[in-house]
């Protein structure tokens, strides 16, 4: 499956940004998709996930009821809602995409086998 990212930029911290994933090539309800972001200088680190049906969503503590995890899989995209955002939000965010992920690997970098690209995000002070 290939995965597009998008939707990143630049706001102003408490603001609010929007990030979709597109993907294409295979079936994409088949897929766990997760959000990953990684800083200059940083591994890259979890930020959510969500199952293939959307029905459970698992979040990084540090974003836990600021962001939203969610899809549609008739539209083929997983989608990241950040609100009140902080500067420490800054980073560039990756989606990715699993077949088989237990839910204690869901945070593991190593359980996604399909990346995107990468979008930018940056929220200034």
């Known amino acids: 499956v290939q995965l597009q990212a998008s939707g990143g930029g630049l706001v102003q911290a408490g603001g609010s940004l929007r990030l979709s994933c597109a993907a294409s090539g295979r079936t994409f309800s088949n897929y766990v998709m997760g959000w990953f972001r990684q800083a200059p200088g940083k591994e890259r680190e979890f930020v959510a996930a969500?199952?293939?049906?959307?029905?459970?969503?698992y979040y990084a503590d540090s974003v836990k009821g600021r962001f939203t995890i969610s899809r549609d899989n008739a539209k083929n995209t997983a989608y990241l809602q950040m609100n009140s955002l902080k500067p420490e939000d800054t980073a560039v965010y990756y989606c990715?995409?699993?077949?088989?992920?237990?839910?204690?690997?869901?945070?593991?970098?190593?359980?996604?086998?399909?990346w995107g690209q990468g979008t930018q995000v940056t929220v200034s002070s």
């Open positions: 969500i199952n293939w049906g959307g029905g459970s969503t």
């Open positions: 990715a995409a699993a077949v088989v992920v237990g839910i204690g690997t869901m945070s593991n970098v190593r359980s996604y086998r399909y």
